[in-house]
């Protein structure tokens, strides 16, 4: 077990935690205790009872339980008027439902349990015990390999590490039993789930979880076998507890068996698709591997294997010759997918066709901040464009209109039932706001494969804050966001609940946007938003250039698949480099100074690398342009506040100069970028102080 620190639950000083590797399968005791952390505070402690195997040193906890805190599930201090309060909620929100958590020991005697998530139910719940842990790797929608099972099963025969199964979810401690994988439903004889497992032993050796990811061995290097999860089996399936947050299955240990039924040896060669009687294999051609039957090593299928199948298949009547036209066509369709730069090259087109003057900058400032952050938000006075600029993205990715939801921001919205809707509970119905976002949320998740796009349009006309707030929280999360509609414990209690599911699940296939203009009659946002958010401010082209926009049509695009997009991101690493570390480092340094309540947190940093590793090659946006821009819009968003609060930040000298400690911190790094943007705000925002002795 890893150990570090952390400000955990009912103390004010930090102290050692131990968390273990893994997620265990609980459910929530009834009952909470009243907790003082500090004078005035009033927290909750609760229990969770664990119901699959722990890792070593938690033996005990069997006893005890998990000790968890309400302020530590979303609540806060203060949250409820007494224990009666606080413990209605948790019966209503936990209640009825499993939960998975991370193990921890405090002090080394405390059972204490660390992210803790709502998994969801199963018919028997309330009867089944002993839950054993399974792999689960990818979903129907989104099957691993892009469902080629057979480079699955390659992969554990080569001893190749399974991606998506990481020390979060596994502890080395327990033996996988089987391991399970998505895949296509190939014409009904495999799939939509494989079960793989040792032929004769019980498990898979325990250590599974290393470099690079998961690997199942067979003890002794026995045989392995595979067959497909019998959904049909009724009493089987409503056992299974198939976990929402994590790729794992949870069973009852005396159904385990059932999935063993009717295994077979896996083919010398690998192939489960011509074992399984498939007679044409998708994935077929000059990247499929198959496993040598005699030293297991990979081998590449020739160009004379690929002719011979073809010829076989051809001569059976499988499928018909092409003559040298049809080739041609193939051929053409065959060519490389779009690359960023040809999508780049559409959105300037598309600029072009609108009649509005985008700076080329901006345009790709915009979609990088789309690539890299959850929520992009466009700002400056009204007029400049900033929802034509959203509109003609989704016109460059070739979207259809019910992909794309504008939602008017109404001063009367307080919370997100103003934006979702909310449930009935006379009638026993949900009901949807009219402002469609939950359909949309709904059409998303079940169309993992097709781009959305939402714009939240003059988005700080009321609290962001208050009706943002879920999705706040929700999209900051790197794995499985979900957006909740209601408790899920009521889901078959309302008549609509199959058309509206408690949860929702938030892919990358949704783009998140808002605009905002910033006057007398707008809030302005708090760094709860802005440390989430890319705020771009607009550059206003000049009014004489309008003339040189000629009449052009419309191109009608074809639609780019989620995939697509998604092969345009990078998501993983920090992307600073050393250097650009510390000039945040010497930015903060110069907040803390000065006595300013604000600064650089570490999701900023991470969020800055990312768009930085997200800047197109070839492109003449340079990393130091890019680097200028997040200064810009990730930390000098922030700087606000009254001359006496910003004097030592930022200032004008006699002569008209800008002074401060922020000018002085971008001209000691200037060799990483000119800071032509940032100096430009910082100049702003002096001029502002000396005129009205404030900034906003």
């Not at 044409?280 to 090593?297: L, M, Q, W, Y």
């Not at 998501?571 to 300013?596: I, T, V």
């Amino acid at each position: 077990m890893g150990s570090y620190n952390s400000n955990y639950g009912n103390s004010d000083s930090f102290f050692a935690l131990r968390q273990a590797d893994g997620k265990v399968l609980g459910r929530v005791r009834p009952g909470v205790k009243l907790s003082t952390p500090q004078p005035g505070m009033k927290d909750y402690r609760f229990f969770v009872d664990a119901l699959s195997p722990l890792p070593k040193g938690f033996e005990d906890s069997e006893k005890h339980g998990f000790t968890g805190f309400m302020s530590r599930i979303g609540c806060g201090y203060n949250a409820f008027a007494n224990e009666a309060d606080a413990l209605h909620y948790l019966e209503t929100v936990f209640g009825d439902a499993f939960v998975t958590f991370t193990p921890a020991i405090r002090n080394n005697k405390f059972f204490v349990l660390d992210d803790m998530q709502l998994e969801g139910t199963t018919a028997f719940m309330d009867v089944d015990h002993n839950f054993y842990p399974i792999p689960a790797f990818g979903t129907v929608d989104q099957p691993p390999f892009g469902g080629d099972i057979n480079k699955f099963c390659s992969h554990i025969l080569t001893g190749k590490p399974l991606p998506g199964l990481s020390k979060k979810y596994w502890n080395n401690d327990v033996q996988p039993r089987v391991i399970v994988a998505a895949t296509k439903n190939f014409e009904g004889r495999l799939g939509p789930w494989v079960v793989f497992a040792p032929l004769y032993d019980d498990a898979f050796d325990s250590t599974v979880i290393g470099e690079g990811g998961a690997y199942f061995h067979v003890k002794n290097k026995g045989p392995l076998g595979y067959g497909v999860v019998d959904f049909k089996n009724s009493e089987l399936f409503s056992h299974i507890l198939r976990c929402t947050h994590s790729p794992l299955w949870f069973v009852p240990q005396e159904f385990i068996p059932d999935f063993r039924l009717n295994l077979k040896p896996v083919p010398a060669d690998g192939d489960l698709l011509a074992d399984s009687g498939v007679l044409v294999n998708p994935f077929a051609g000059e990247d499929s591997v198959a496993i040598d039957s005699d030293d297991h090593t990979e081998r590449l299928y020739t160009e004379e294997d690929v002719e011979r199948i073809i010829h076989s298949l051809t001569s059976k009547g499988e499928i018909k010759p092409v003559d040298d036209e049809e080739e041609e066509i193939l051929s053409e369709e065959k060519e490389k997918p779009m690359e960023e730069v040809d999508f780049l090259g559409r959105l300037l087109e598309e600029a072009d066709c609108s009649g509005l003057l985008y700076e080329k900058e901006d345009l790709i400032n915009f979609h990088i901040s789309l690539k890299s952050s959850r929520l992009t938000i466009l700002a400056g006075m009204s007029g400049t464009g900033k929802s034509g600029l959203v509109r003609l993205y989704g016109r460059a990715l070739g979207l259809p209109e019910d992909h794309v939801r504008f939602l008017a921001v109404r001063p009367s919205w307080m919370d997100d039932g103003d934006i979702l809707g909310y449930v009935d509970m006379k009638n026993m119905v949900y009901r949807s706001a009219d402002t469609g976002l939950a359909e949309l949320l709904i059409d998303a998740a079940r169309h993992p494969e097709d781009m959305f796009l939402i714009c939240f349009d003059e988005m700080n006309l009321a609290r962001a804050e208050h009706y943002f707030a879920q999705f706040i929280s929700v999209l900051e999360k790197e794995e499985n966001p979900v957006i909740r509609l209601y408790n899920p414990a009521l889901r078959s209690k309302l008549y609509n609940g199959d058309a509206y599911p408690a949860e929702i699940p938030i892919g990358r296939n949704v783009l998140f946007t808002g605009t905002v203009n910033v006057d007398e009659s707008t809030y302005h946002f708090s760094d709860k938003i802005l440390d989430r958010a890319n705020v771009i401010t607009l550059h206003q082209g000049r009014f004489h250039d309008l003339l040189s926009l000629g009449k052009k049509e419309k191109t009608e695009w074809p639609e780019m698949p989620a995939s697509l997009f998604e092969s345009f991101c990078v998501h993983e690493g920090l992307g600073l480099k050393e250097e650009e570390l510390d000039l945040l480092d010497a930015l903060n340094d110069a907040f803390h100074k000065s006595g300013m309540q604000c600064g650089i947190g570490f999701r900023i940093a991470c969020q800055m690398g990312r768009y930085l590793e997200n800047i197109p090659q070839g492109l003449s946006f340079t990393r130091e342009e890019g680097l200028d821009a997040q200064v810009v819009q990730r930390i000098l968003t922030k700087l606000r506040g009254s001359a006496q609060q910003l004097a030592a930040l930022v200032s004008t000298s006699d002569k008209g100069e800008l002074t401060g400690s922020l000018p002085e911190v971008l001209e000691r790094f200037s060799r990483l970028s000119s800071f032509t943007g940032a100096r430009k705000v910082l100049e702003e925002k002096a001029r502002e102080l000396k005129l009205y002795d404030y900034t906003i």
